[in-house]
């Protein structure tokens, strides 16, 4: 790969470069790369950059930022032949606070003092198009859930995802064909949350670049397709404290799970501007497509919006399956366990769950089991968040620059619709979503 008149980007393999990568807002990898002769540097004094450019960082005013690269997360990209290292960003000597890496690490540190740790695991999945200056699904697959063989054309390109991903330090535990046409999930195993949300930008990284290789283009977008199933990412979530999973005893689940639930469910509508945070997001939160669209919890059940899965002892969490990999993943981590431990700190008690479909129950049947509904737009789901302190203050120094970049985002669709005198209540999904969230 990568060779010019017999120069290799790799020499003796070893990595002559190393991209240096953190997240905007959006959760969109950017990065520079420098010789590996700069490494040192670029983990003890670390490396200035332009940040002005970078969606939701900073003003050309005031953009001078410095990438600390974080050597614990240095992996060699294979197929590229290069090296590539997240980090932290700073400012003025100290943390950047917008640096999203940086406000979920903080957020974490919060989550210790109370004593816990929090592991999370995901379920991102994915379609795969071919691009050819239209947005039509042009993959020959006709598959469908589970599909094998015939139906299943990339098959291959997925087990060659899983290998590549081992390079990068993620454990890919199941490869899959989803319910949509040319739609697929790669699961791989839960760890530290920090971890995870890293985990989730190689394997995005990864999935594109595989894609890309085999001729595709492979889009994470929430709902890239009206009328097909979207692309949800489900995070299975615990806290562990002194080393045992705090979320179980011996008679399932202990109170610490019940109060977290609470926390989550009280906090959902607001929540939904992190873990949902495109217009895009909310074309996929509608019902008939086992995507969640009312606030309910229950074992096994999954119309529900958290679902605790039929597994004891240490394997014991609840599934969230409300948050779409357009989500900038430590964003969403920081906002979901501060809302969770404001349930664990405030003992708040969820409704009772819901063992039936939620979706086939009357408004009124709803409304007398207390079961809300999550936000219809990202309009809503920003007024939302604007009245939440708690999941406000989980962005911590971010929420500025988060609400800014989102609300000019929420206008220009809005100003999109009315310039084609659509309703703002349009579901069908627009050439303006897929003009903006196609790489996602
Ligand atoms: N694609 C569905 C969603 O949008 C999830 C389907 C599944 O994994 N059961 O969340
Ligand atoms: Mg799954
Ligand atoms: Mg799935
Ligand atoms: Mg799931």
Known sequence: MNEISGIRASSGGRPQFV???????????KGMEIPIGRYEEAVEGGIAFDGSSIPGFQGIEDSDLIFKADPSTYAEVPWEGIARVYGYIYKDGKPYKADPRGVLKRALEGLEKEGFKAYIGPEPEFYLFRKNGTWELQVPDGGGYFDLVTLDKARELRR?????????????????HEVGKAQHEIDFRYDEALKTADNIVSFKYLVKAMAEMRGLYATFMPKPIYGFPGNGMHLHISLWRDGENAFVGEEGLRETALHFIAGILKHAKALAAVTNPTVNSYKRLVPGYEAPVYISWGYRNRSALIRVPAFWGNGARIEYRCPDPSANP?????????AGLDGIKRKLEPEAYVETNVYEMSDEERSKAGIETLPGSLGEALEELKKDKVVREALGGAYKNFIAYKEREWEEYVTYLKAKELPLETKKVTEWELERYFHV
């Open 330 to 338: 430590y964003l969403a981590f920081s906002a979901i366990l501060m």
């Open 160 to 176: 060659e995802i899983a290998l590549y991903m081992q390079a990068f330090g993620l454990v890919p535990e199941v490869l899959h």
């Open 19 to 29: 991209q240096l990568i953190f997240v905007d807002m959006n959760g969109v990898p």
